[in-house]
């Protein structure tokens, strides 16, 4: 499955990440590359169209995936996990971070305060409704900005949900 930019990812949409090394399935080599993701289950962030995918943007490096689903829009957890991370956070407004385990660390980001849903130590599950969009922090109007972590290191998360 590939997704466009412009395109709705719907929550209800849940996927089997790719695998590392070692799966009895093959890599499909025209699938976004999904190395280190590990094999977690996961639903979309939220229902709404991609407004600025992962990559270089404005002469910087853009670390997620923007979603402009309108003020308000519920947003999702992506898979379960502890919540490690609710509150304000620079450039951002506030943000939520959970920790999926396996070295994931999913972020959501540009919700206002009153938006955030959950408080670090809560456990998630996947699909379970954290927050609502917001415009707060470095923003150009209400949408969510959301990352994946490995380890420390973003990679897209497009190739994460979408990967097969």
């Not at 670390?63 to 829009?73: H, I, P, V």
């Not at 959970?98 to 849903?117: K, P």
């Not at 599950?125 to 150009?140: H, L, N, V």
Request: hydrophobic share 35%; proline share 4%; with cysteine.
């Amino acid at each position: 499955m590939r997704i466009q930019f412009g395109e709705r990812i719907s929550p209800s949409s849940v996927m089997i990440q790719g695998c590392l090394a070692g799966s009895a399935r093959a890599p499909d080599a025209t699938a976004p590359s999904t190395a280190g993701v590990g094999c977690l289950r996961s639903a979309a962030a939220v229902d709404a169209p991609i407004s600025s995918g992962y990559g270089a943007r404005w002469g910087a490096m853009h670390n997620g995936t923007d979603f402009s689903g309108g003020c308000a829009a519920p947003i999702y957890a992506t898979n379960a996990g502890e919540v490690i991370s609710a509150g304000p956070a620079t450039g951002f407004g506030h943000w939520i971070q959970i920790d999926h385990g396996e070295g994931i660390v999913s972020t959501y980001g540009h919700m206002y305060a009153n938006g955030l849903h959950v408080r670090v130590g809560d456990t998630v599950t996947s699909g379970q409704r954290i927050a609502d969009e917001g415009s707060d922090g470095t923003s150009t109007g209400c949408h969510l900005h959301f990352e994946i972590s490995q380890n420390g290191q973003k990679v897209d998360p497009i190739a994460f949900l979408t990967a097969q």
